[in-house]
C-alpha cells in the first residue's frame, strides 16, 4: 500500500517542523532539518554473499495478489492458482530487468544487527510490464525474509535500487529513501517506521524516530538527490542494454 501524501503527512508531523527549511547539498552530502545525509558504503559482510542468481528463490516469499492484472479492469482476485503460477514465473525469471540485464542487487544493514540485508528489483517485460521491488531482511540461518515491497505498472523503467539506504547524522540505523516515502527499522517493534506511520501509526503517538520525523517532510527533496548520485539517477530505462 502506498503511503499517503506527504503533504497530509506534513500536517500531522507538527513536532518534526514542516514549514521549509534551508537544504545544502553537495556532490556527496545533504544537509536537512540540521541532520547530514550521505549514501551509506556497503556493509563489510556483502563481500561474502551470494549471487542474484542463488538469491531468486526469496522471490517466492512476494504477495502478487495486489498486483495488476493485464486488463486493469479486471477486478476479480487472483485466484490461489494464478498467484502460485506467479511467484514460480519470478523465481524462474530471477534478478533481472525486462531487457535481460541482470539486476543490481544493494547490500547494507539496515538494523544494525551485523547480518546483510539486500534490496533488488525484477521486471516483466511485454506491453503492460509490471517492476516489483523488495527489501529482504538478512537472518542467522543465512536466510533471508522479504519484509517490504511494491510495484510499478508500465512505466517503461526499473529502478536501479529500489531503497536507498543513506547514513544519517548522529543516527545509528541508516534511513532508507524510495520514490514514495522514507523509511528507518524500529528495533523495538522489529518493524519500519515509515513517514506514513509516523503520522497514522502507533509512532504517530510514541514518535520512536525523531530523526525521520525530522526527514519526513523533506522526503521527495531527499529521494530525488539521493537517486541523483547513483548512475543513471537510478532510473534504467528498458531499452538500455548492458
Known amino acids: 500500500m502506498r503511503p499517503p501524501p506527504l503533504h497530509l503527512a506534513c500536517l500531522v508531523l507538527s513536532a518534526a517542523g514542516c514549514a521549509t527549511s534551508h537544504a545544502e547539498s553537495t556532490a556527496t552530502s545533504l544537509a536537512v532539518s540540521g541532520r547530514r545525509l550521505t549514501l551509506q ?6 563481500q561474502a554473499q551470494r549471487p542474484g542468481k542463488a538469491l531468486a528463490r526469496y522471490l517466492r516469499q512476494y504477495d502478487p495478489s495486489g498486483d495488476p492484472k493485464e486488463d486493469i479492469r479486471d477486478e476479480t482476485p487472483w485466484s490461489a492458482q494464478e498467484i502460485q503460477t506467479i511467484k514460480r514465473g519470478l523465481v524462474e525469471s530471477g534478478l533481472h530487468y525486462p531487457n535481460g540485464q541482470a539486476s543490481v542487487i544493494t547490500w547494507m544493514d539496515f538494523n544494525a544487527d551485523g547480518l546483510c540485508d539486500f534490496t533488488a528489483s525484477a521486471g516483466i517485460g511485454g506491453m503492460k510490464s509490471v517492476d516489483r521491488m523488495f527489501l ?38 541508516p534511513v532508507l529513501a524510495t520514490p514514495g516515502t522514507l523509511m528507518q527499522w524500529d528495533n523495538r517493534r522489529k518493524q519500519f517506521a515509515t513517514c506514513a506511520s509516523m503520522a497514522y501509526g502507533p509512532q504517530a503517538q510514541q514518535r520512536p524516530a525523531p530523526a525521520l520525523a525530522a526527514l519526513c517532510p523533506h522526503a521527495q ?20 542494454t548492458e
Request: proline share 9%; net charge negative.
Open 41 to 46: 558504503a556497503p556493509p563489510a559482510c556483502a
Open 136 to 173: 529482504f531482511l538478512g537472518v542467522a540461518t543465512g536466510d533471508f525474509r522479504l519484509v517490504d515491497a511494491y510495484h510499478t505498472y508500465m512505466e517503461g523503467s526499473s529502478l536501479l535500487v529500489p531503497y536507498i539506504p543513506l547514513s544519517v547524522s548522529g543516527e545509528k540505523l
Open 221 to 240: 527533496q531527499i529521494y530525488a538527490w539521493a537517486a541523483d548520485q547513483l548512475p543513471h539517477k537510478n532510473d534504467l530505462p528498458y531499452s538500455m
